[in-house]
């Protein structure tokens, strides 16, 4: 496989930071976003901060419904960080956790305007 084979097998993903600037970016099918956002080197200040272990909330990510429902399931434990996600929505998910596919190309995710991480909560509970 050459180069060229290897970028038409990339997925185009468009991210749109908290400043609102739409930064487009490609990644492997396969790939988490946190993975893509990682390795296109984002500046999406204290984003990933538990490098997908699922340990945080701060890889949430927005999506449109329509890409939220091409997403797959979510597992527990994903739901159970989200709940300490800030500003969480119906169409929340955490980066970590969804791969990128072929079905996914062109998709926009918001990058909330805040983070929070509840291993820095400084409540003593982590």
């Known amino acids: 496989m050459d180069d060229s ?11 749109t930071n908290r400043d609102g600037e739409k930064i487009s970016v490609k990644g492997s099918p396969g790939d988490s976003l946190l993975d893509v956002i990682i390795d296109q080197d984002l500046d999406f200040d204290g984003f990933g901060a538990c490098e997908g272990t699922l340990a945080c909330s701060t890889c949430h ?5 329509d890409v ?12 159970d960080m989200l709940d300490l996600a800030y500003g969480l929505t119906d169409t929340s998910r955490l980066g ?13 995710a918001r990058v909330p305007e805040s983070v929070a991480d509840i291993r820095q909560s400084g409540d003593g509970s982590s």
Do not use: W
């Open 68 to 79: 939220y429902n091409k997403l797959g399931p979510i597992t527990d434990e994903e739901m």
């Open 96 to 108: 970590c956790q969804i791969c990128l596919t072929r079905s996914l190309e062109g998709m926009t």
């Open 5 to 15: 084979d290897r970028a038409d097998n990339k997925v185009t993903v468009h991210f």
């Open 61 to 65: 990510l927005i999506f449109e419904e």
